[in-house]
């Protein structure tokens, strides 16, 4: 029998607002722990929330940028439950008014298109942390760290639309992709600001009805979410074939061992009790407002990469690279402005400039990171174009450039790596090759054409990189004549 899987992925990202959802306590990350806290997000009896008109207006953007209905009138819940970093006993969130819901965003999966489905957005608080002692003095006890408790989320539930991993890993990205631009989530998953459960079911293909689901948790990078949804689909058709029953479970992921390992069973799933918040009124969001926001949207990755393929011509490979952020996205642009060659452009910033950042783990996204400005690059590029450096050369400077911020003229000038493409000055070192290799020379006049390579290596070695490699090919064959 073949099964298919049937996927949904509640998605929650904080929000960069820089004070939290219901006090005016800093969100800044890193802070010494329990320094952002004050008696509202302590749950201090007697204190009151109030809503942070910021995390509303990213939660608006987020609606539309995703095609989401926006509701002018939403409520916040309480949602009961006990747990050590939850200082209230409760979390402010959204459930049966939520603000925003049935949007969609497309995807696009080994070059075919589709539409998933986004059930709702729903705005709620985050809790603390807890520390477990990983010292030898700290050992057996834990710790909580309330810097966190009551920064906003908002949390993305997706239509059960997805059918593999792949499918998963993409729609994930593309909502960070959507959130980063936006400016209103980092989008770190490995800090958690941006984090990801999985409901994976199987179902004998053809069938309507949905399999038992199992839902996935403590998966913190793209490659887990692959990795788990793969395991735990394998599993549950493991399951399934052996004429097992496949339980209705919470399942962490583990992943050093690859694998997911139950957590809670339906059983002991936690009852939240949901009631409206007393604290709080309905959250009411009239049309202008929105109409505002929306005019403050920027172009959405999907559409810049396909102004990018249409304007510029590039590979739709190439275009998905280059927006991978905002800032990437702008200096492409920049730097194809100054010099119109954008698959030239597009292949020196996915090559050397990626490569580089990688290298060093640098973002792009912060301008400071690095020094090549578009102007220094353009330049560049226009020397190689005009056959003054060579692509060897080219590269060198490139990361000089990209290191000191220096002028790409001069640090070609300083190092005497102008390239020489004089006939004279190439052919001199063409005959100074043969005359110190002559065994080399007469086997390729014997028929042995593979050395052509050899003295092209021995030649660029001469004159230390610098010869045009056309001018010197031309010049080598006239020389060598046919083989
Ligand atoms: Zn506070």
Known sequence: MKYEAVIGL???????????????????????????????????????????????????????????????????????????????????????????????????????????????????????????????????????????????????????????????????????????????????????????????????????????????????????????????????????????????????????????VSMRSKEEAHDYRYFPEPDLLPLMVDEAWIEEIKGTLPELPAKKRERFVREYGIPSYDAGVLTATRELANYYEESVKLFNQPKVVSNWVMGELLRLLKEDGKDISKPSAFSLQPSAFARLLKMVDAGAVNLKTAKEVFEEVYKTGKEPDAIVKEKGLVQVSDEGAIIKAIDEVIAANPKEFADYKAGKEKLFSFFIGQIMKATKGQANPQVLNKLLKERLGKA
Not at 34 to 45: K, R
């Open 10 to 260: 509640e998605i929650h990202a904080q929000l960069l607002t820089s004070s939290k959802a219901f006090c005016g306590c800093s969100t800044k990350f890193g802070a010494e722990a329990n320094t952002q806290v004050c008696p509202v997000c302590l749950g201090m009896p007697g204190t009151l929330p109030v809503l942070n008109k910021k995390a509303v207006e990213f939660a608006v953007k987020m609606a539309l940028a995703t095609h989401c209905k926006i509701n002018n009138k939403s409520i916040f819940a309480r949602k009961n439950y006990f747990y050590p970093d939850l200082p209230k006993g409760y979390q402010i969130s959204q459930y049966n008014e939520p603000l925003t819901q049935k949007g969609y965003i497309d995807i696009e999966v080994a070059g075919e298109k589709k539409r998933i489905g986004i059930t709702r957005i729903h705005m709620e608080e985050d809790a603390g942390k807890l520390l477990h002692g990983e010292t030898l003095e700290d050992e057996g006890f834990s710790f909580v760290d309330l810097n966190r408790a009551g920064v906003p989320l908002i949390e993305i539930v997706s239509e059960p639309d997805i059918r593999t991993a792949e499918e998963a890993v993409e729609y994930l990205k593309a909502l960070r992709d959507i959130l980063v631009y936006l400016e209103i989530c980092d989008g770190n998953m490995e800090e958690g600001s941006f984090r990801c459960d999985a409901n994976v079911s199987i179902r004998p293909k053809g069938q309507k009805e949905f399999g038992t689901k199992a839902e996935l948790k403590n998966i913190n990078s793209f490659r887990f979410v692959q990795k788990a949804i793969e395991y735990e689909i394998k599993r549950q058709i493991e399951v399934a074939e052996d004429g097992g029953k496949i339980v209705q479970e919470t399942r962490l992921f583990d992943s050093d061992k690859g694998i997911t």
